[in-house]
């Protein structure tokens, strides 16, 4: 009882703060969804190109569940490795350009297990401020002296960077398409600099695998560089619409993560059913371009209908749309008004943000259609009029 009391009392700390959170629950992934029975369109999912609900992705999630079980039965080191992991490890080297690959569960379990495998006492590892979670936690855990830079701040990286011959190895991590800003991290830069140093370059490109890049590979592509110059880590749980994470680059990156990825060692391997889709999906990004133009088309008339309102997205580097409106309460409120009139955005609040920076984090996907976003754009119009715009 005297725990539950303590942790009552936290969460109505919390509550207080409008920082308590709850979980809603959606009919299904997908743009046009019911909550609590109401039909409403969802705008705050990562399913970019919408492929969760393509009938070719669920096919192959089917197929493999037919062919292969329901589980792997074992981690990748003891019996888990099938086939179809296999398949889906070569088809993702290819994609990205690089000799191998390998995936884990989750995106989440791909960084705890990488970074901790490539960095550890005696090591220095530099992070962007505005890094995913995972990555945070991954340097924590990795036990790696843990530098952070400014959001974009190369001045400081270069100083931090100044002192990685004081370490034995230097790793500088960032996320490619930063996730709650929607901005692009300056590849080209940061690896100059970390060549200048003899440091080693880590881009999560969770946000940026199937979408960003003339084929949809990726970060790195869209700014031009060769991946192998990264080690590359991205999910199949965003455009993909599976579940799952990967690291992509050398045979011998590879391999010494087979030996030393924790999260990968001692896990039972990714499901027939997440391998089968995700496969199907790379298929999908590789012969249907116009999946990923009518991304583009949407996320284009999502600004233009922002912009006739007066707001203005962080960035305009992505496919992610952040309408910062600082003040938790104001993003909550702005959510459950957007609910009422039909419109599902989370708010976004610390500590996912700084404090301060609440906001909504709006995404259209390629299965949304103009009709939906016009809705939506009504949607916002009455909900900004009911809770105020943010001033300045
Ligand atoms: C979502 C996300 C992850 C975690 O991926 P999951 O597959 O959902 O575990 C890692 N990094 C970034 C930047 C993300 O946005």
């Known amino acids: 009882m005297h725990l539950d009391e303590e942790l009552r009392a936290e969460l109505d700390d919390l509550s207080a703060q409008g920082l308590l959170r709850t979980l809603r629950t959606a009919s299904r992934a997908g743009p046009r969804i019911e909550i609590a029975g109401r039909p409403c369109l969802n705008l705050c999912s990562n399913d970019y190109l919408g ?73 220095l590892v530099i992070c ?78 969770a946000h940026g695998t199937g979408v960003m890049g003339p084929d949809g590979r990726g970060t790195a592509q869209h700014v031009g560089l060769p991946t192998q110059r990264f080690i590359n880590m991205g999910t199949l749980s965003k455009a993909l619409g599976s579940l799952g994470g990967y690291i992509a680059g050398s045979g011998a990156l590879i391999s010494y993560l087979h030996n030393r990825a924790r999260s990968f060692i001692y896990s039972t391997a990714l499901p ?20 990923r133009a009518r991304l583009w088309r949407n996320v284009g008339a999502l600004r233009g209908a922002l912009r006739r309102l007066g707001l203005t997205p962080v960035s305009e580097d992505s496919h992610i749309n952040a309408v910062v409106v600082r003040e938790a309460e104001t993003a909550v409120r702005l959510s459950e008004a957007l609910l009422d009139r039909g419109a599902f955005v989370a708010a976004i609040r610390p500590p996912t943000v700084p404090q301060g920076t609440s906001r909504l984090r709006i995404t259209v996907t390629a299965a949304h259609t103009l009709g939906d976003i016009e809705q939506f754009a009504g949607a916002m119009k009455e909900a900004f009029e009911e809770v105020g715009l943010p001033d300045g």
């Open 51 to 123: 492929l969760t609900q393509h009938p070719a992705v669920i096919a192959a999630a089917a197929g493999a569940v037919q062919r292969y079980g329901s589980g792997a039965g074992a981690s990748r080191l003891i019996s888990g490795t099938l086939p179809i992991h296999e398949e889906l490890e070569q088809t993702l080297a290819d994609f990205k350009g690089t000799e191998a690959a390998m995936v884990f569960t989750t995106g989440h379990a791909a960084n705890l297990g990488t970074i901790p495998a490539l960095v550890g006492r005696g090591d």
């Open 272 to 291: 027939p059913a997440s391998a089968g889709a995700a496969l199907a999906a790379l298929r999908v990004v590789r012969e249907h371009p116009e999946i």
């Open 128 to 205: 962007d401020k505005l890094n995913h979670a995972s990555l945070i936690d991954a340097c924590r855990l990795s036990g790696a002296r843990l530098r952070v830079y400014g959001h974009g701040d190369l001045g400081k990286l270069a100083s931090l960077l100044g002192g990685a011959g004081n370490f034995r190895r230097t790793l500088v991590v960032t996320d490619g398409v930063f996730s709650m800003d929607g901005d692009i991290a300056p590849l080209r830069d940061i690896l100059s600099l970390a060549d200048e140093h003899g440091a080693r370059v880590m881009v999560d490109d």
